[in-house]
């Protein structure tokens, strides 16, 4: 089974803070996904990739940036933390291509205080 | 953006009864995926319907694809306790997947 890691199931961080979040697959996939989810809002799409050192804009990529320096890791950074970026961030995986069904991660609940 | 509406938005009901959740869009969708979130967990794929009119059964829940492959709905026969989460649809779009707010689904023993 795809395994998606995400390396903290909550995390609190003080505004103005760069805040990392990292995510892990080990099935070879190609594609990897940051989403937030919010009540009443989904998912939301923020950043994706579909290969090491690509990245293309979701749909609320303002005030995040990404970065995948190797295929398996997919880290979502927050530059300058502010209270209204608290939510639960999901990270995903799927294969190419990037409409395939995806593989999720159990969420990071990240509070900005 | 392509806009996946679902309804309702919550839902509670007790133990045996049935129910249907929607996932309603103005987009046409090649195909579409429900998913389902149990709390503290990520989203897990239930199904993937591909085409228009298509029904796919899944023990007791049943999914359909409208027509016009703009819509979709989840049917549960005789809910259990199990069923409780967040029911997630997802549009397949050219290069990533859309998804609906979401319908949050308590079944009360």
């Known amino acids: 089974d795809v395994k998606v890691t995400q390396s903290s199931r909550y995390l609190v961080k003080r505004t103005g803070e760069k805040v990392f979040l990292e995510c892990v697959q080990d099935m070879d996939h190609e594609n990897m996904f940051w989403y937030r989810q919010d009540p009443g809002l989904g998912l939301r799409l923020i950043y994706f990739?579909?290969?090491?050192?690509?990245?293309e804009k979701g749909d609320i990529p303002e005030g995040y940036s990404v970065s995948r320096e190797k295929k398996e890791r997919f880290s979502l950074i927050l530059e300058s933390a502010s209270t209204n970026q608290t939510s639960m961030y999901l990270c995903?995986?799927?294969?190419?291509?990037?409409?395939?069904?995806?593989?999720f991660g159990d969420g990071t609940r990240l509070s900005i205080l | 953006t392509q806009l996946l509406e679902q309804s309702p938005q919550f839902l509670s009901i007790q133990e045996g009864e049935n129910l249907t959740v929607y996932c309603n869009s103005s987009?046409?969708?090649?195909?579409l995926q429900w998913y389902r979130q149990e709390p503290g967990e990520g989203p897990v794929l239930l199904v993937t319907v591909v085409t228009g009119g298509e029904v796919k059964k899944l023990k007791r829940l049943t999914f359909q694809f409208g027509d016009a492959r703009k819509d979709s709905s989840l049917h549960i026969t005789a809910a259990q306790p199990g069923d409780t989460g967040l029911y997630l649809c997802a549009g397949r779009g050219a290069n990533n997947l859309f998804f609906g707010t979401g319908t949050r689904l308590t079944v009360i023993p």
């Open positions: 987009s046409v969708f090649s195909s």
């Open positions: 995903a995986s799927s294969s190419w291509p990037g409409n395939q069904p995806q593989h």
């Open positions: 990739s579909y290969d090491v050192k690509m990245k």
